[in-house]
């Protein structure tokens, strides 16, 4: 399996644009995140899908954001429209799940490196 | 809230040194503890991943430690090479899929 594909990988946009990023999860992996890298907060937890479901964007920081996940192997984040001040780094991750087996690995895509200027 | 602490944020060690991260959490109730490793500009990289009900986990120069009732980890490198200069992240999932990540520490590995 190649991972967890990210794109695109870079991404300068100006302010007021539209901004989508994609994400496809590894195959058999039915949990996806989508994580925010700042320098100052870190990695934050924006909103996570199980089996395609939304379960929780408590994460998501504004009404600009929104995330989808059609099937099992796409998912997309949206920012319209986007600000300065979210310029940071966006990491997708999946990993496989089952009530049985909730133990499992989290694996990371190489992530999508935005700037709004 | 769950809240995930490492110390130190930066670390310089000389190569050839055995050195140890530490990761705290405040709350004790986890499924499990993962490692990571962060490149400059790129994605996470899985080390090690503890579930609630193990001690330690190992992988060749790589020792992680559990202790749930105390909220912390620990991941011991032993004989430390440069190539080991990267930034080291602690996540624990406390509850169903939902992870916190620490800031993470910064490890440089001097020749």
């Known amino acids: 399996d190649a991972g967890v594909i990210q794109s695109p990988r870079h991404e300068v946009t100006e302010m007021g644009q539209e901004v989508t990023l994609r994400c496809k999860p590894i195959?058999?992996?039915?949990?996806l995140f989508w994580y925010r890298q700042t320098m100052m907060r870190g990695l934050e937890l924006l909103i996570y899908f199980n089996n395609n479901v939304p379960i929780d964007d408590s994460g998501m920081p504004e009404d600009r954001f929104s995330a989808k996940m059609p099937n099992a192997s796409f998912s997309t984040l949206k920012i319209q429209p986007s600000e300065p001040r979210d310029s940071a780094v966006y990491f997708c991750?999946?990993?496989?799940?089952?009530?049985?087996?909730?133990?499992?690995?989290?694996?990371f895509g190489q992530g999508t490196r935005l700037t709004v200027v | 809230k769950q809240e995930v602490t490492q110390i130190p944020a930066a670390l310089s060690v000389p190569e050839g040194e055995n050195l140890v991260l530490n990761c705290s959490f405040t709350d004790s109730a986890i499924y499990n503890l993962q490692w990571f490793r962060q490149d400059p500009g790129k994605g996470l990289t899985s080390l090690l991943l503890?579930?609630?009900?193990?001690r330690e986990q190992t992988s060749g120069r790589l020792n992680a430690s559990l202790d749930k009732s105390s909220g912390r980890s620990t991941l011991y490198i032993a004989a430390s090479q440069p190539g080991d200069s990267a930034t080291y992240l602690c996540a624990v999932r406390p509850g169903y899929q939902k992870v916190t990540f620490g800031i993470g520490t910064k490890l440089q590995v001097i020749p």
């Open positions: 503890i579930q609630s009900s193990q």
């Open positions: 991750a999946s990993t496989g799940n089952s009530f049985l087996r909730m133990n499992t690995e989290a694996f």
């Open positions: 195959s058999g992996h039915n949990s």
